[in-house]
């Protein structure tokens, strides 16, 4: 059992119960059984609010709380508290929206925070005709058709926000320094800058800056729904 705090009241956790549904049983081999309790409010919270939730929620148990960039201004103190309780950090920049587009195609170019390009392309992208309403009349649900146009992408979805971490502007950031393993007793000797650098960016590089971005990918691999490495992302040479 793990807690997933979330921002959003819609989007987030309808993808949380999809993974629940398609993958929480396991496969009878590599993969455990586990179960996501989302944790959530309507109208949302600030991402320090979502830590807190996930904090409160979860007890002993594991955590993770998954926030976006458009509430910039709450984002430091998130990270630090997230960084003294030992709370996954499931950030995303500009928007969770990015994590959904990289199913069905790669993104890069800093988007200062605007999820306007990316909601644009993901109802464009091919193979996401279910998304092509998606964030029309306050429509962010992921169900049914949405939920099946994702199946059998989330490969592709790790190799992409893998590699958005390696092009990172900062230089030095790579998917490969990623930590997806649970903590355990380590937590509370880490910086939160090397709380932050689980991402695979370095612990120098600012997380406001990370632009574009997802950590989403983390959650699937520590799941056991995507093996650490997939074989499509990079091949010997260039496997950092
Ligand atoms: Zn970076």
Known sequence: ???????????????????????????????????????????????????????????????????????????????????????????????????????????????????????????????ADAFKDYDKRGDKSIKGARRDALKGREDKAVAHARSLVASCTHGLCKPGQAQTEPVGEDVARQSHQEWAARSGHTPDCPVLQRDPSTDVWRLLVRLGIVVREPAIAVGPQTRN
């Open 1 to 127: 059992m793990l807690y997933v705090a979330c921002e959003g009241e819609s989007t987030e956790p309808d993808y949380l119960q999809y993974l629940n549904e398609r993958f929480g049983d396991g496969d009878g081999r590599a993969r455990q059984p586990f179960r996501i309790q989302p944790v959530y409010r309507r109208n949302g919270w600030t991402p320090s609010g979502v830590v807190e939730a996930a904090r409160k929620a979860a007890g002993e148990d594991e955590a993770w709380a998954l926030f976006d960039r458009d509430q910039w201004d709450d984002i430091p103190q998130a990270v630090k508290d997230a960084a003294e309780s030992g709370i996954e950090l499931a950030f995303s920049h500009p928007s969770f929206d990015l994590w959904l587009l990289l199913h069905f195609q790669s993104f890069g170019g800093a988007q200062s925070g605007s999820s306007k390009l990316v909601v644009e392309k993901l109802r464009q992208a091919k193979g």
